[in-house]
């Protein structure tokens, strides 16, 4: 039997506890991160909600922000649903990082080196 090929481009890592994604309209914990995206889960009713197309990424217990990340959406799923009288469910996205300046790529290179547990 073949060996499935990876996909990605990058390593994904994953971050310290604590490590949260935002943009207007969204707010969580990230599930792992790379040079080139990231995956998040946030509570929300369904995928096709506007989200914004620029996200941070913070982890306050470092003093650690890194502002106004351009992305692009590759996938959104529902991972738990809500109950029936809370219509809001627990959803994962994977996001990709889309043109970031020379000063965010070294963010997130410095934010993976120093602030991740190990690949994922």
Partial sequence: MLAKKERRKFVRFRPKDGTMAVNHHALGPVMNISMGGLSFRYMGEDE??????????????????????PTKVISDKLVSQGSTFMKTSTRQRSIEFTKLTQSQRSSLKEFIGS??????
């Fill in 115 to 120: 602030k991740t547990m190990g690949t994922y």
């Fill in 48 to 69: 096709t909600k506007p989200v914004s197309d620029l996200l941070g990424i913070f982890l306050g217990s470092d003093d650690v922000l890194i502002e106004k990340i």
